[in-house]
């Protein structure tokens, strides 16, 4: 059994913001690419390659080219699910205070627990009223990270204030 207090009910979601993880899903399909590309011109020279290649050159580039036609789509698949797949940059906005993460990872600061929210070189950063600041991804789908804390600040004015109305974008 876990010996953690449960979450404390955070109150409805208003919003949800996720990060931006396109510099993690470049490089697993550059991986991908390159293997796919490996791949084509291995199996293509051992199939095809008889006028370029002796037969020992076929079966050898053969013998490269096919694990890796293989591998190259596994490997994009594989990958770009294990990306996506993680939750823990979540960051939701809910009416009593802010949930980062999700599942066991979660952690809950209420809304008058957070001193300020502020967008550093290290990423979105809140500052508790005690405690280590949380420091949360750098980037974010679909908003800066300045801009971000902006509204994340602005969030928190309106929801102390009792006003669940959203701010504008």
Known sequence: MDDRPPLPVPGPCLETWRPDVLGR????????????????????LSMFGAHLL?????WAA??????????????GLIGILRVVSRDDGVL???RHGLVSG????????PWRA??????????LTLHPESGPPLVLARRWLGMATPALAARLG???????????RPPPR
């Open 25 to 44: 899903v470049a490089a697993v399909w550059a991986l991908a690419v390159l293997l796919i590309s490996v791949g084509l011109v291995g199996t293509g």
């Open 54 to 58: 002796s037969p020992a050159g076929q």
């Open 62 to 75: 053969g013998l490269v080219g096919w694990p890796c036609a293989v591998a190259g789509p596994l490997v």
């Open 92 to 94: 939701q906005v809910c």
């Open 102 to 109: 999700l599942g066991d990872g979660a952690r809950f600061l």
């Open 114 to 123: 957070i001193a300020r929210i502020e967008a550093g070189p290290a990423g």
């Open 154 to 164: 602005e969030w928190r004015r309106r929801l102390l204030l009792g006003v669940l």
